[in-house]
């Protein structure tokens, strides 16, 4: 038969610190909503933009400091919460934002009910054995760490399709290189094919001719090149646009001179900042004509 144990009393100073620790895990947790609620506007409104910020997410790392796996926790939670407010408000009524962010990516607002309520019953554990039991196929969370110098551990889920073409690569790899060739080799070949088909600085080094697109991706080694106040480089290598320093429509051309690599993001800013700057320069001047007349 179980034999309950009573709780010890506690003496002043540990019930004084324990009243201390209730506090502030409160204030903690007001804090984190708050912080949900603050992601959720800058995200709607985009004021990261105009502060040179990709991203909410890189807002909320590179200028308030938060860490990365706070900032995604709140910036998934938030986004979520458009679509389900329930996920919002069960935080605001006490359920952790790590456990909001586990939920997250399966709740809808036919299932919110159930999720959330297993989410404020079970403990954090629990909760991930319960997802993996219901989508198994959300099991596997992709991931890449170091594991030793020069030597790292990626870890990512295939379906039955992406299996089978894995093997099947598998096997022409054997079959070219005359060896048993593992999962590791057949992916390195994979990406090495890929990237010598398709890789633009590699299909401007084997040019038969210097059209402008590949003189430019040489030049700027397919990267962005816009430069903060500091004098850094963006250097981003996805998104990339080729952008016309003069443009088109007045007069510039396509020759690599008149041509710079942006990616999406600077790309867009860049031209937001012209056609603000030409609306503000046009509305002085009828400023000008009011004020003369």
Known sequence: MPIKIPNLPL??????????ALLAAGRFHTAQFELLELVDEVDKLRIFVKLGQKSAFAYFVNAIGLSEDMTCNLTTVARVSRTVPELKQSVRDGLSIAKAR???PIITPENQKHWIGLARTLSFAQLEKELVREFPHRSVQERAKPVAENRHEVVFGLDDDGMALL???QNLVSSQENIAATYEQTILQALKEYSEKHDPLRKAARRRKDTAEHVVNERD???CQAMDD?????SQNRWLH??????RSEGGGDDPD??????????HLLHRTRDEGFTRRTADTSEEKECSG
Do not use: W, Y
Not at 230 to 234: R, T
């Open 230 to 234: 500091a004098g850094n480089l963006c």
């Open 11 to 20: 003496d002043p100073n540990e019930l004084a610190l324990h009243k201390s």
């Open 221 to 223: 080694q397919h990267s």
């Open 258 to 267: 008149n041509l710079i690599t942006l990616c999406s993001f600077h790309h």
């Open 242 to 247: 080729i952008h016309h320093i003069v443009p």
């Open 167 to 169: 093997r099947s690569v």
């Open 102 to 104: 586990k939920i997250a």
